[in-house]
């Protein structure tokens, strides 16, 4: 059985390999559940740039995951 602890656990370790601007995007939008908005006041950016590095990250990830499946 996987629990909600172990995806996230999980989810840590594949966003502990992107580079640190796309870490940071996905941890605080897509572990902590910030809004962009919210995201952005934290980084010091505008929230589209955080939606747009949010979404490279996910393609990265993505990309990443189906090369692992083979």
Same mark, same amino acid.
């Given at each position: @059985? !996987?629990?909600? $602890? %172990?995806?996230?656990?999980? +989810?840590?370790?594949l966003? $502990?390999?992107? #580079? #640190?601007?796309? $870490?940071? /995007?996905?941890? &605080? @939008?897509? +572990?902590?559940? &910030?809004?962009? !908005?919210?995201? *952005?006041e934290? &980084? *010091?950016? %505008? $929230? %589209? /740039? @955080? ?5 490279? /990250? ?6 990443? +995951?189906?090369?692992?499946? *083979?």
């Amino acid at each position: @059985v !996987v629990t909600r $602890a %172990d995806t996230h656990r999980w +989810l840590r370790e594949l966003v $502990a390999h992107l #580079p #640190p601007k796309f $870490a940071e /995007a996905v941890r &605080l @939008v897509g +572990l902590e559940g &910030l809004s962009f !908005v919210e995201a *952005g006041e934290r &980084l *010091g950016i %505008d $929230a %589209d /740039a @955080v939606r747009k590095r949010y979404e490279r /990250a996910r393609v990265g990830l993505r990309t990443r +995951l189906e090369n692992r499946r *083979g």
